[in-house]
């Protein structure tokens, strides 16, 4: 594909009289006469904009015969008696005469080769920046709420009353019959348990064994066309892309050429795959004898600010007790008002250390959790 090339003069600013917009074949400030030096950025030269998607300049070329033989001198280099610019194909300095010497400098040149990125719309930006002061907003409004709802505040309380609760359950390890999957029964004699230890519930009689549905399973049926939606980069014409050189001088030479553009398309991407169906699994499923430990009989017994006691219920040497209890603590304490929190001590020990018109002290959040109760 053809190339296109363009010179592209830049533009430089007096920092002498602050003249802005310099045409880079004056080495010289039209205004004050100043010549164009390497210190105070006046050898920094600006090319102007390119498009965001071709990356060709917004400037026009140059066309005159005398702009493009300057274009072409080589890059400029600077005095190393006066700092004053010179066209590189000169061997004296044009502000005050010296020759050229090995320590005379140039400027560093831009790279200009890349076009800068395309700028997203001005909506998807604005969205964009109303979607994170949102989110920011969100997380930063959690994070406040969060610490203030975990902050803690002491309270002075009491205890108005206790309450316990036990039961104690008497069970017999009793005969029973079951069901289940035959090739998971072995027969196994049963023990009778000694003081309410050491049973075994055994497996006997199994018997009436049955064809029962087990469960399923997937199995191949065949195939069937699946299709799915998928994209691909495919040419679709071509478009202009451009190069920018900087040759060191004030100019820039810029090369076009139409490349082969690509576009995104959608397609079905259709294949023939197994097809499965869920098929039923068949076990025997039978009927066995067993033992288990059942309720036979249950005593309670309940009170409030006094010691708790176990009820009685005598046993044989076959049965055993199971036992259970449950305790409250009611405080009361002062927070916007009067409040009533239930404490429940996990065992009789705990319990115990709580009477009646005894002072606590109690740590709330904010939200009115309490956290942490301590007698005193």
């Given amino acids: ?65 005398a702009a493009l033989e300057l274009a072409s001198a080589g890059e400029d280099w600077f005095c190393a008696f006066c700092g004053a610019a010179t066209r590189g194909d000169q061997a004296r300095c044009k502000h005050c005469g010296a020759e050229r010497t090995d320590d005379a400098k140039v400027a560093p040149r831009q790279e200009l080769s890349e076009p800068p990125p395309p700028a997203p719309p001005a909506r998807k930006k604005r969205t964009l920046w109303l979607a994170l002061g949102a989110l920011f907003l969100c997380c930063f409004g959690s994070s406040v709420f969060s610490m203030w709802a975990s902050a803690t505040h002491e309270y002075a309380g009491e205890v108005i009353g206790t309450a316990w609760k036990r039961a104690v359950v008497q069970e017999r390890f009793t005969p029973v019959s079951k069901t289940g999957w035959q090739d998971e029964l072995r027969a196994v004699a049963p023990r009778m348990p000694v003081n309410g230890a050491g049973e075994l519930a055994g497996v006997a009689h199994i018997r009436d064994c049955v064809s029962r549905q087990r469960g399923t399973r997937r199995v191949a049926d065949g195939t069937e066309r699946v299709c799915r939606t998928k994209t691909r980069k495919v040419a679709c014409g071509t478009e202009e892309k451009c190069r920018r050189k900087d040759r060191g001088n004030g100019f820039m030479e810029e090369t076009c050429e139409d490349v082969t553009k690509y576009c995104r398309e959608s397609y079905e991407d259709c294949q023939n795959e197994t097809r499965y169906r869920q098929e039923p699994v068949y076990a025997r499923q039978c009927t066995y004898d067993t033992h288990e430990w059942k309720p036979l009989d249950r005593r309670e017994l309940s009170g409030t600010d006094d010691a708790p006691r176990w009820p009685d219920l005598a046993v044989g040497n076959a049965d055993r007790l199971r036992r259970e209890e449950h305790y409250t603590v009611r405080l009361r304490y002062e927070n916007d008002g009067a409040q009533e929190h239930i404490l429940e001590p996990q065992g009789e020990r705990e319990f115990l250390g709580w009477k009646k018109g005894q002072r606590a002290s109690l740590t709330v959040t904010n939200l009115g959790q309490v956290e942490k109760v301590l007698p005193q």
Avoid at 2 to 26: F, P, V
Avoid at 29 to 38: A, F, H, T, V, Y
């Fill in 1 to 65: 594909m053809a190339k296109r090339t363009r010179i592209i003069e830049g533009t430089w600013n007096c920092t002498s009289c602050d003249t802005k917009a310099i045409a880079a074949r004056h080495k010289r400030c039209p205004r004050c006469n100043n010549p164009r030096e390497l210190t105070g950025k006046e050898s920094d030269f600006d090319f102007g904009d390119a498009d965001a998607v071709t990356g060709k300049s917004l400037r026009e070329g140059v066309t005159d015969a």
